[in-house]
């Protein structure tokens, strides 16, 4: 008895499986040619829709720098000379910017990227560079902190000059009287200290010079860039998705329509559906 209901319920998956494979052949045709066409068509809409190009620039910078670009005291002066808020507001079109900016700090090189999207090459482009300029005067110090810096350079450039003077007198006393001083320990002593002094001085003088110059292009790795290729949209992707999302719609429905098929073969059917579509609120 067991083996017959095995058997029997073997030969059911079997004539399953065959109901699924001749469902499949009598709808290949649809099942085949309606993703060609809807991957046709997404491929289609694909040339229609506006195409973005993106320029991408690399300098060594830290997130302070990252975060300066994004501000309104960048953004506003590069939309103001780009006309970028033609038919917009100033708070709109910063908005837009915004959406089109993107600056990262790698977390291994350290190294800022900046990525600018437009619609066309040249003008990705020449965001990026309107940015990278506008950040680089915005990075140079202002006011007070300016002449605070300033001041510093000045007497750093003068403990400099005075080390050096001093270093140069003792240098020729060395030479000239060389038996008697070079036996002096403290003469010897002074003249490296006076070395030091010239060394740290000019170490802070490139510093404060640094910091007065702000950001520059010795900064940049490399360059924006013009593509030559739109990066969006993906026009492969499109056509796939479309051909795999047709193709399941496709399948639900073919499957739906024969299983409705054999519900309404069956004798019991009509009263279900009565039901549904009264409980539907179907006449």
């Given at each position: 008895m067991k083996r017959e209901q095995s058997g029997f319920s073997a030969i059911q998956g079997e004539v399953g499986l065959l109901d699924v494979l001749v469902t499949l052949a009598e709808n290949i045709k649809l099942l085949v040619?309606?993703?060609?066409?809807?991957?046709?068509?997404?491929?289609?809409?694909?040339?229609?829709?506006?195409q973005t190009y993106r320029s991408i620039a690399i300098l060594q910078a830290d997130q302070s720098t990252a975060?300066?670009?994004?501000?309104?005291?960048?953004?506003?002066?590069?939309?103001?000379?780009?006309?970028?808020?033609k038919g917009k507001t100033l708070e709109e079109a910063r908005l837009d910017l915004l959406n089109h900016i993107q600056a990262v700090i790698g977390r291994s090189d350290k190294l800022l990227t900046l990525t600018v999207s437009a619609h066309s090459a040249q003008q990705a482009q020449d965001i990026a560079n309107a940015l990278l300029r506008q950040t680089y005067q915005e990075s140079r110090?202002?006011?007070?902190?300016?002449?605070r810096l300033q001041t510093q350079l000045e007497e750093a450039q003068v403990r400099r000059q005075n080390a050096r003077n001093a270093a140069s007198s003792l240098l020729k006393r060395l030479e000239s009287d060389g038996a008697g001083l070079n036996r002096?320990?403290?003469?010897?002593?002074?003249?490296?200290?006076l070395l030091s002094a010239t060394g740290a001085a000019q170490t802070q003088i490139s510093t404060l010079e640094a910091e007065l110059e702000g950001l520059n292009d010795s900064r940049l790795l490399q360059a924006p860039t013009l593509p030559q290729k739109a990066s969006l949209p993906r026009k492969g992707l499109i056509t796939v998705g479309a051909v795999l999302a047709a193709e399941l719609a496709l399948l639900l429905f073919v499957f739906m329509r024969q299983s409705w098929r054999r519900t309404a073969a069956q004798g019991d059917a009509l009263p279900k559906v009565v039901r549904i579509r009264q409980c539907l609120g179907l006449k």
């Open positions: 040619i309606g993703p060609v066409m809807a991957g046709l068509c997404a491929l289609g809409i694909s040339f229609m829709l506006p975060s300066l670009m994004v501000t309104t005291a960048v953004l506003d002066p590069v939309i103001a000379a780009l006309g970028l808020a110090p202002k006011g007070t902190l300016r002449a002096d320990t403290e003469v010897v002593r002074g003249y490296a200290e």
